[in-house]
């Protein structure tokens, strides 16, 4: 008898409804070694979270599946997490099973874990012939700026970007606007340049920063450290949203 590949995952959510197209089932995986300073999840980070659930990949699609009849024509899966690419066993058995039954794939991911070495590399590549779609945040574009706001660099992360590009693996560009952090049109043309070398980009979002999950940071004996920064106005948000001309993105294409 095999031994079921496990996960640790954070929690789950039923009818998700900004994390993909459609109505998702999204999967919240448990560990996360960036350090987003405006994260709203810090508690997933944790690698091997004893508070966390350990799950096989039948027992998370089960549960996916009760609510499949809401999905309609495009909803489906994503798995978000904390970083759900430290997983990759787990998410290979999960999305090779849900690809199985029809179900649509999405990973929500920041990229750090990316690597072109072995391995990581040969499952990455594994797990694309079972993924749909990517929701991909690229933190800041500035390699400095970067590792100032997640304590890592962005190196690896650009890379995997541009990989993705080759292969044609469609993404949606997620980037958090964070006043005094990411909010210069410095940094977003920069962004917009990088993105215009993409070839398979079927979004992008710009995400407001809010201050939804600090009260999450005090639970956990963690001081704040955008204390006192409030989320962009809203002509700021537009403003960023021409510089990285959002409209020029049509949403999620079938290819």
């Known amino acids: ?124 590549a594994e797990l694309m012939s079972y993924t749909d779609l990517f929701l991909f945040d690229i933190k800041h574009i500035d390699n400095e700026g970067h590792k100032e706001l997640t304590t890592q660099t962005n190196e690896n992360i650009l890379e995997m970007a541009q990989y993705l590009s080759e292969i044609k693996q469609p993404v949606w560009i997620r980037h958090v606007l964070v006043p005094t952090k990411t909010d210069y049109d410095e940094f977003l043309i920069r962004l917009d340049s990088f993105i215009k070398t993409l070839d398979n980009v079927d979004k992008v979002e710009v995400l407001p920063y809010h201050t939804m999950g600090r009260y999450k940071w005090a639970e956990l004996g963690l001081k704040y450290p955008l204390e006192g920064i409030e989320p962009p106005t809203n002509p700021r948000v537009e403003n960023a949203k021409k510089l990285l001309h959002v409209e020029d993105y049509q949403g999620y294409l079938t290819r």
């Open 1 to 124: 008898m095999t031994t079921p590949i496990m996960g640790s995952i954070h929690s789950t959510e039923s009818f998700g409804t900004v994390d993909g197209p459609g109505v998702r089932f999204i999967v919240f995986t448990q560990g996360c070694r960036m350090r987003c300073q405006f994260c709203h999840n810090p508690d997933t980070w944790k690698i091997n979270d004893p508070k966390a659930s350990v799950r096989s990949a039948d027992d998370v699609l089960e549960e996916a599946l009760k609510y499949r009849p809401y999905w309609g024509k495009n909803g489906g899966i994503t798995v978000s997490g904390g970083e759900p690419l430290l997983q990759m066993d787990f998410l290979i058995d999960l999305f090779k099973k849900a690809k199985a039954l029809g179900i649509h794939t999405t990973i929500d991911t920041c990229g750090k874990p990316f690597t072109r070495e072995e391995p990581f590399f040969s499952k990455f």
